[in-house]
């Protein structure tokens, strides 16, 4: 297959066999019912003067010279637009998205492929050997291996695989990116690895507000406060809505004072109060790191109340393994699993279900105390409780195991989230 570093500096000629100049750009479009770029123009370079010209006047691309249906006079300039898509200025060289191998890789070449009259971009060349190619070093493909050309990653990708993404160069995003959004917020918050903060902050903007948050989870907090310093007020705020308080917590911990407080102003009054909450802790107290999103029933409900509770708020509670019991003034009384809850009848009550002998920490304990109780009775999470036995929240295990195992691995824990 041609390559689009075989075009580039391809001499162009007439009908008549003069030679115009040589290739210097491709244009291609995008169109959401095609999943590869069509190939719709050429840009010929004429000593200093630029010729863009349509493919339905190139009668032979690929070749020697590329030739033309008509004579130089009698073609009419292709008229560049804002969907144009510049293959060489665009595309080569820059990082790009793979969400098949859920990394960022940067373009060597463009494989392209020909359907009838029409030319597309089939695939993505990262491969060294695509790099040598761009160099005018293909001899060295043939004379070395081609592992040591292409490494041990792939070093072909389909178009269908990729997405570009915005940065300081001219380049345009495919959105809404529907591939980006199906990745899991770990893959995405790897990516976000990958990139410069600026690049991070571009790569941010094409997310929805519900997988941004999700991904910006996924990182420490003096990351997500630097990736979103350019946000504007209006995007934060419904991230912090959308996230957990205590992770929202977290964040605004990290912003300067100032933004902090303007930011919780303009948060609904529901989710800045559970936030407030939590910044009245230090931040490696159990107070600190805990989440007001849990589910608590009274011990004279029976199942199936317990379990209309919970569908009424699924979208608010982080964990639902396990179920707490208060009483009318909040002091916790018992605790049950979800696996109790769907083996017992509708008609069982809670009373029936929960164990009263509770383990608890205080608001004031440390994220080392939480991490204990954790790792010593075998916890998913544990309850945060204040002086009078009253439920504040719950220490989920990953947040407890911050400080005591490395993010990366913090993250691998098993979630039991709905």
């Known amino acids: 297959m041609p390559y689009l570093s075989d075009l580039i500096g391809r001499p162009v000629a007439d009908v008549d066999g003069q030679v115009m100049g040589n290739v210097a750009e491709v244009l291609a479009h995008i169109k959401t019912d095609i999943a590869h770029p069509r190939i719709i123009a050429l840009v010929i370079k004429r000593r200093k003067q630029l010729i863009p010209i349509s493919m339905e006047d190139v009668a032979v691309l690929i070749a020697p010279a590329v030739s033309l249906k008509k004579k130089r006079h009698h073609l009419l300039p292709y008229e560049p637009n804002a969907e144009d898509l510049y293959l060489v200025r665009d595309v080569l060289d820059k990082q790009i998205i793979d969400t098949n191998g859920i990394r960022v890789v940067r373009v060597n070449d463009l494989e392209l492929v020909r ?6 971009v089939a695939n993505v060349d990262i491969s060294g050997a695509g790099l040598a190619r761009r160099m005018g070093l293909s001899f060295l493909n043939r004379r070395l291996p081609p592992r040591t050309m292409r490494g041990s990653l792939p070093g072909i990708i389909s178009w269908e695989d990729v997405e570009l993404f915005a940065s300081d160069q001219p380049m345009r995003l495919k959105v809404p990116s529907e591939k980006l959004t199906e990745l ?12 410069s903060r600026q690049e991070g902050r571009d790569f941010l903007e094409t997310l929805d507000i519900e997988t941004l948050a999700d991904t910006l989870e996924e990182v420490e907090p003096d990351f997500q406060a630097s990736l979103l310093e350019g946000m504007s007020d209006e995007r934060v705020v419904d991230v912090l809505e959308e996230m957990e308080p205590d992770e929202a917590a977290d964040l605004l911990a990290e912003f300067p004072e100032e933004r902090s407080h303007e930011l919780l102003e303009l948060m609904e009054d529901e989710e800045a109060a559970d936030v407030r909450k939590l910044l009245e802790y230090p931040e490696d107290s159990a107070g600190g790191i805990m989440t007001t999103a849990y589910i608590a029933v009274q011990q004279q409900m029976t199942v199936e109340e317990v379990l209309q509770v919970m569908r009424a708020e699924a979208e608010e509670a982080e964990l639902f393994f396990y179920i707490y019991v208060t009483n009318e003034e909040d002091l916790l009384e018992g605790v049950f699993s979800l696996r109790e809850l769907v083996l017992a009848q509708p008609t069982t009550r809670v009373v029936d279900l929960m164990e009263t002998r509770v383990v608890t920490v205080n608001l004031e304990d440390s994220q080392d ?16 409780i204040d002086n009078e036995g009253r439920l504040c929240g719950i220490v989920t295990a990953d947040d407890a195991l911050d400080k005591i195992i490395p993010t990366a691995w913090k993250k691998r824990l098993p979630h039991f989230y709905t």
């Open 369 to 384: 105390d939480c991490a204990q109780a954790v790792s010593k009775y075998d916890l998913i999470a544990v309850p945060v």
């Open 184 to 195: 899991h917020p770990a893959d995405l918050a790897e990516i976000l690895s990958d990139l």
């Open 115 to 120: 359907v009838g009259d029409i030319y597309y």
